[in-house]
RNA sequence: GGGCGGAUAGCUCAGUUGGUUAGAGCGCUGCCUUUACACGGCAGAGGUCACAGGUUCGACCCCUGUUCCGCCUACCA
């Protein structure tokens, strides 16, 4: 063996061996309880980050666990076809070939998407294995695979027929720039500065008065339909019923009394509603039944149709048309100042919406969508989490979980985008004539809200209404969280009644990051109850976010990404994955940082070590006897590994990877290393003795159980370790789990060794104050407490004098200090306190110490006099931060304390080496 | 605006159903080439547990308030 570990060629070669013996997969007639895990399918379009390493770590330490206690444990893989951001990549690729989608036609695009995702989309899963994931890759899914297809069809039509999906045209959030519609979740609220505008509009009646309202977008004043005011505001509510005269438009428009829209302490009181292009005016126009005027286009541009609508002035017209908002903005600003309309613009913060995808402003958009009736839905899902038949871990998330789901809004699924599920609505060309819209040059199809759509399993062979058969398919399709929502069944074959669905649903645990709580996991639990009467899982574990050392959001554009491949290939697998455990404590986010990975790759080498030791001591005849009879060292590992055993098994149980993870590290670094391998030395000094070939057995035992509780944490070091040792069966990946046994945890014997631990301590801290060689042997007494200390330190004299290196011992209650000696002080396990006498005599080598001293007294000379200087410089105590001159003062103390004593003990050397010389 | 979380050693973080002396990793200091390991060993320094009150025999922990930092959420146009 050689003396580091080197992880590259153990990871693959053991990855292939575990594949190929068929240890990752579950079947349905195997024995034992089922624990159940779908993998949070990552993006096709991914590629292998810290959330997903963190993620996918301890899904593994889960399932890894679970198959090694005899659990019928199967983890379901599978990838995500995630719809924008798939089609934004393809879409680039085109881009840069000087292509389109729209060049290519929707068929020929999609089918580009398939041989992308067979080219490129299988990487992720190949990062996966390198990790380590013991997924069973029989079972891998995708979720356009043609059974997850038939399960999103089925659901849509089910919940079609139920009355929870319509269609209908509704202000929605509208990227324009992907050029579809957004989930409100897929929307993310940035902070920004922006301007409110104070515009005049003047009363209809009495041009020479206004109404001045404040908006932060003037721009969309063109499309507005009313003025709302305070029904109780004295400044305005007589006004309530008369119209004003909108400003560059021949349109008048009411003045509406609406308390729930108008907030009277801000702006000016007064606000404008514009229904086609801002949430709250949508809602407000609906309670006053105002027409909705959309002036924009799909791309956030001024269009011909809707400003003709809107009745804008000529000369405007013609300026703004086609213009984005923000150029059309500027020009309408400085139309409005000139006709001295503009009463002021002040700064505003406000908080911009934007697409999750690709950052562009979203834009409320007036369309006709596809949306889920979620409320009859969500009831169910927040009674399985009230009644805790779904756990959130940590607890902490489910009131963000209640609170959102009871104040949750209908789901808009429809994306009008080519990838993904189609939506299997059809129109009769026939009976929807007027609604069908179709332009061949750019080539688009759009579909009226006034359209009736037969909505159905496969396209429809006749018209229920005219019995014709020329039909046109809605061109939307669903939104990408649609087909996962059904993951934990349809993976499982749902809606055909398989073995698979009988046997593993509803699953154990699913693990996953909060930031798809609402996105997956909420909807998952809703169809899931909604489809198979069961919630889909009983535990919800939520880890954080990784981070990186600065605590930022690791992104590519700040360049802070650290990549876990990088540290796969740098620091081994296992020191990544035991990174990952050790620091994922429960509500707060990872900040990973390499010098940390480095501290658990430095304990890989350490269990690689502590092997070779083994290895090399086991050499020789083993003995069988029962515990009882075995050397005290070997009685005393065996109760700290079975308390060391139930900690991690209790810390699995309640998901606290790292304490797991701290336990195991503990134990193996400062017990099982430092204490026990040393303790066993004495013993086998002798190789032929019948105390060797115990301590041997005990060795080989709790080494081959310390690897086995690893395992999940450090999968292949473990198993080539154990492979190396004598063990039985045929990997460690199919061993069992240890379990704690209760009757093997002495804590009188752990007193004992803690008695002794404690003496070799008090003697090797002597020995670093005085500076003795640990090859000096020592003349040294205990002086104990009691006379159980002392039973007990006498009982293991030889092991205090091997480890500490004391050649004679003396244990008393009663003992003297030397004349020419040292002390310290013991602490015994229950609190008493003994001391410890060490006989110098002889042992500090005088010429040595005198230069150490020497040295040290320079060393303070020189920080005495820069700190001198500082202190007796006026300006320096004037205006150093107060902190620093009390740091500083402090340091000269300590200085000078500590220059007085050596300068002491210095004259004392002199004084007896120059008697003795 | 509402909600949640955090503030503990130089850095990153554990911790306590409230109980003698608050822990770890990294970093730092000193000693050690002792055949498992220098990716190591031994020893050591370093903390008014954010601040101010309160409850208690006792508070890092519970309560109240304050400050700072994150995140989520929201229609102040």
Known sequence: MEKSYDPKQVETRWYRTWSERGYFHASTAAEGRPYVIVIPPPNITGSLHMGHALNNTIQDILVRWRRMQGLNALWVPGTDHAGI???????????????????????????????????????????????????????????MDDGLSKAVREVFVRLHEDGLIYRGKRLINWCPRCLTALSDIEVEHEDTTGKLYHIRYPLADDPSTHLTVATTRPETMLGDTAVAVHPEDPRYNRLIGKSVALPLTTRRIPIVGDPILVDREFGTGAVKITPAHDF?????????????????????????????????????????????????????????????????????????????????????????????????????AIKAVESGQVRLIPEQWTNNYLGWMRDIKDWCISRQIWWGHQIPAWYCRNCNAEAILETTVPKSLTITSEARPIVARTAPAHCPDCGQHDFVRDPDVLDTWFSSALWPFSTLGWPDHTPELKKFYPTSTLVTGFDILFFWVARMIMLGLKFMGQAPFQDVYIHALVRDAEGQKMSKSKGNVIDPLQVMDKYGTDALRFTLAAMASPGRDIKLSEERIEGYRNFANKLWNAARFVLMNLEGPLAEAPLADRPIADRWIMSRLHRCIGDVNRSLE?????????????FIWHEYCDWYLELTKPALADKDSQQAALTRTTLGESFETVLRLLHPLMPFITEEIWQAIPHTGESIMVAPYPSQNTALIDEDIEHQIASVT???????????????????????????????????????????ASLARISTLVIDTDVRPYMNGASASVVFPGGSVGILYVDLTGLIDVGKEKTRIEKRLKELAAQMEQDDKKLSNPDFVAKVPPDVLKKTKARHEECRAEHDKLSGELQRLRETAGGSA
């Open 280 to 380: 709250n005016d949508f809602e407000a126009g609906e309670r006053h039944q105002l027409s909705r005027i959309s002036i924009l286009d799909r791309h956030a541009c001024f269009d011909p149709l809707g400003l003709q609508e809107a009745a804008v002035i000529e000369e405007l017209r013609g300026k703004i048309i086609m213009l984005p908002t923000a150029e059309a903005r500027t020009i309408i600003v400085d139309y409005l100042r000139q006709q001295g309309l503009l009463a002021k613009v002040e700064d505003h913060a406000m908080a911009l919406g934007k697409c999750y995808r690709c950052k562009t402003v979203v834009e409320p958009y007036l369309s006709p969508q596809w949306f889920v009736k979620i409320q009859p839905l969500a009831d169910p």
């Open 758 to 800: 404690s003496v070799v301590s008090a003697a090797r801290n002597i020995r670093g104050s005085q500076g003795i060689a640990p090859s000096r042997a020592l003349h040294a007494a205990v002086a104990t407490p009691t006379a159980a200390c002392k039973a007990a330190l006498t009982a293991h004299q030889d092991l205090i």
């Open 85 to 143: 951001a798939t089609q934004n990549v393809v879409e680039k690729q085109l881009l840069a070939e000087g292509s389109s989608r729209d060049k290519l036609g929707r068929d020929r695009f999609v089918q580009r998407v398939w041989d992308w995702k067979a080219q490129s989309g299988g990487t992720i899963i190949e990062q996966l294995k390198r990790l380590g994931s013991s997924c069973d890759w029989d079972r891998l899914r995708f979720t």
């Open 654 to 666: 309640a998901y606290r990877f790292d304490e797991a993870a701290n336990a195991a590290y503990h």
